[in-house]
């Protein structure tokens, strides 16, 4: 918690033209696109949308360049970070991971040739990434494909790192090496059948959807020790609706188990909208066109896409689609930003909208604070004045009425406890966890009002932490309620 722990690319236009229909074919049209990629060629790849906590419109893209590494684009499509990371193929993002103790967004990737997973966390300030990999973390297949799950029964998040070559799958488990650096380690193995790259997990629902190229789309369960048989979602050829290769897939949530599973059909361009809930039917089709109007072309043989169902404000209020370009007219191969909006209305019926609806924790909650006593043994007179906001002083009042003049102390820790009862009263704060400050101040046997700044610094939105009073002066040591802090706002 630091200091506390010790080139015009795009133009918006209204929804109204963003959809129409050719044949028996929807078209839908960028709004966006991001700058080229870096390296000429077979070059761009996959995606990953990354949602700002507090001002949406600051969202980026995260794209790669599987032939130099990974870059970071605003929803304009300029470029603001990239790392020469080397041939980064696909990349997957996950909030709320526990790092270093704080609460970050997780970015995985994978890297071919040295079959690296490559870790970083979001900097919400800077909108950029940091490495946060604990040590070179070698998978053991031909990385390629990749996508994270985070398990709702147990809070652990898990890489999947899919290969080309055989159609192996390795599952890995990430976690914090107490340092504040990620590191992985190998939970699961197994084989789809032939090549497969694209993926894409629902946390909620523990499932895992897996593309074998030449085959189709596969349910898996996502938890390593989930042997339950696989299940086809959708095939290849004559009796589906998809042309190989079948490419990325993402994942648009719309509430609990409602929404949408969305894959890449390469072969014909497409895009193919299945419902997110078993047994996962078709809705629609549909191909990114040429916007001829902002001289953004369409969308070809795409690989990686993603997917939000957030608002992040303007064209992109009802949710943002992702998908790599694989013929950029005039330029290196790109990613096309599309409203989600316009996606949702060309179908029929219309596709759901859900751009309050947060199950991953993007968004930052508001600030709040609650009031414990644990058994009730302790004097209730350690009372706040307000809610804890980043960026300003939190004000509270310690009661020390009854006790000779003395020091009023507030300690603060990161994580609540009930018990023991020691003869200074219950304790409610844990003393094994991190301690993150004590403050202290005179008193004359009344109420003391202390100040506590809170930095302005995105990365502790949603930080929760538990703050417990002590009055000293006779007739003895008292220790008062605590009061559980969330920051945010």
């Not at 795009?10 to 959809?19: E, N, R």
């Not at 969308?299 to 992702?322: K, P, R, S, Y």
């Not at 609650?370 to 804890?388: D, I, S």
């Amino acid at each position: 918690m630091r200091s506390w722990f010790s080139s015009r690319w795009f133009s918006i236009v209204p929804t109204w033209v963003m959809a129409s229909v050719v044949g028996a074919q929807v078209t839908v049209l960028p709004t966006a696109e991001t700058e080229p990629a870096r390296s000429v060629g077979d070059s761009a790849d996959d995606a990953a949308i990354w949602v700002h906590p507090t001002e949406p419109a600051l969202s980026t893209v995260i794209g790669t360049d599987k032939l130099a590494g990974l870059s970071v684009f605003d929803l304009s499509g300029q470029e603001l970070q990239f790392l020469p990371e080397g041939r980064v193929n696909n990349v997957d993002l996950r909030y709320g991971f526990p790092l270093g103790g704080l609460r970050v967004a997780l970015v995985a990737a994978s890297v071919r040739l040295t079959n690296r997973l490559a870790l970083y966390a979001v900097d919400p300030n800077t909108r950029l990434l940091r490495d946060v990999s604990a040590r070179t973390i070698t998978v053991g297949l031909g990385a390629s494909g990749l996508c994270l799950y985070q398990s709702a029964s147990t809070g652990e998040t898990y890489a999947f790192v899919t290969a080309k070559s055989g159609g192996g799958v390795e599952q890995w488990r990430l976690f914090d090496d107490g340092t504040g650096r990620v590191d992985a380690v190998v939970v699961r193995s197994f084989l789809v059948g032939s090549e497969t790259e694209g993926c894409v997990a629902d946390d909620q629902a523990g499932h895992l959807f897996l593309a074998e190229e030449d085959v189709g789309i596969w349910r898996y369960g996502a938890e390593p020790n989930d042997l339950t048989p696989r299940v086809a979602v959708d095939v290849v050829g004559v009796g589906g609706h998809l042309t190989a290769d079948v490419e990325g897939l993402a994942l648009f949530q719309a509430g609990a188990g409602a929404g949408y599973l969305i894959a890449s059909s390469q072969g014909d361009s497409s895009y193919v909208v299945y419902e997110r809930a078993a047994p996962h039917g078709f809705r629609f089709s549909f191909k990114i066109g040429n916007n001829a109007a902002l001289g953004v072309d369409a969308a070809t043989a795409t690989d990686g896409i993603d997917v939000t169902n957030l608002g992040l404000g303007g064209e992109f209020g009802q949710g943002l689609f992702v998908a790599q370009d694989n013929t950029n007219t005039g330029a290196n191969q790109n990613f096309k930003l599309v409203p989600w909006s316009s996606i949702a209305s060309a179908a029929v019926p219309p596709l759901a909208v859900a751009p309050s609806y947060d199950p991953g924790g993007a968004l930052s909650r508001p600030a709040a604070w609650q009031v414990r006593n644990g058994t009730g043994v302790n004097p209730l007179a350690f009372l706040p004045r307000g809610r804890p906001v980043l960026g300003a002083p939190w004000e509270s009042d310690l009661a020390c009425v009854g006790h000779a003049p003395g020091l009023g102390f507030l300690i603060g820790y990161a994580r609540p406890k009930s018990g023991p009862v020691v003869p200074l009263g219950e304790l409610l704060v844990d003393l094994t966890s991190s301690h993150l400050f004590t403050l202290l101040a005179p008193h004359a046997g009344d109420t003391v009002r202390f100040h506590l700044p809170i930095p302005n610094d995105l990365a502790l939105c949603g930080f929760v932490l538990s703050v417990q009073g002590l009055c000293q002066g006779a007739p003895a040591l008292q220790l008062t309620n605590a009061v559980d802090l969330r920051l945010g706002d």
